[in-house]
């Protein structure tokens, strides 16, 4: 059975960065795990890229035709489907999931860069 997850990463009040898969989103937790590692590795929270992020995604949620890794301004996503509006104008809210309306997510994980 598919499930979905978004899993966000936040400094202080602003979302910086946001992982929603469709699907397989059964390992959100441990995606997370890895992600504050090299978020934490890194010298500069702008030194991952949405490419860096979606590579290190794919392996643990998502497929590539579910898999969406989005900043404020930018997106990468490598599947087929036109993604819906809801995706760059929720962007802000952490815990909100764009492929539903009402928002809701199996697994939701907040990286908070400043704890």
Same mark, same amino acid.
């Given at each position: 059975?598919? !499930?979905?997850?978004?899993? %966000?990463?936040?400094?202080?009040?602003?979302?910086l960065i946001?992982?929603i898969?469709?699907?397989?989103? %059964?390992?959100?937790?441990?995606?997370?795990?890895?992600?504050?590692?090299?978020?934490?590795? %890194?010298e500069?929270?702008?030194?991952?890229?949405?490419?860096?992020?979606? +590579?290190l995604?794919i392996?643990?949620?998502?497929?590539? +035709?579910?898999?969406?890794v989005?900043?404020?301004?930018d997106?990468?996503?490598e599947?087929?489907?036109v993604?819906?509006?809801r =995706?760059q104008? !929720? =962007?802000?809210?952490?815990? =909100?999931? @764009?492929?539903? @309306? +009402?928002?809701?997510?199996?697994?939701?994980?907040?990286?908070d860069?400043? %704890?």
């Amino acid at each position: 059975m598919g !499930t979905n997850a978004v899993v %966000s990463v936040k400094k202080g009040n602003k979302t910086l960065i946001k992982v929603i898969a469709g699907m397989r989103g %059964s390992d959100a937790g441990k995606f997370a795990q890895v992600l504050k590692r090299a978020y934490e590795a %890194s010298e500069d929270v702008e030194d991952l890229t949405l490419y860096d992020i979606y +590579e290190l995604a794919i392996r643990y949620i998502g497929h590539k +035709e579910d898999l969406v890794v989005l900043s404020e301004h930018d997106v990468y996503y490598e599947g087929d489907r036109v993604l819906h509006r809801r =995706f760059q104008d !929720t =962007f802000h809210k952490a815990v =909100f999931n @764009p492929y539903h @309306p +009402e928002g809701t997510a199996d697994h939701i994980v907040v990286i908070d860069l400043d %704890s």
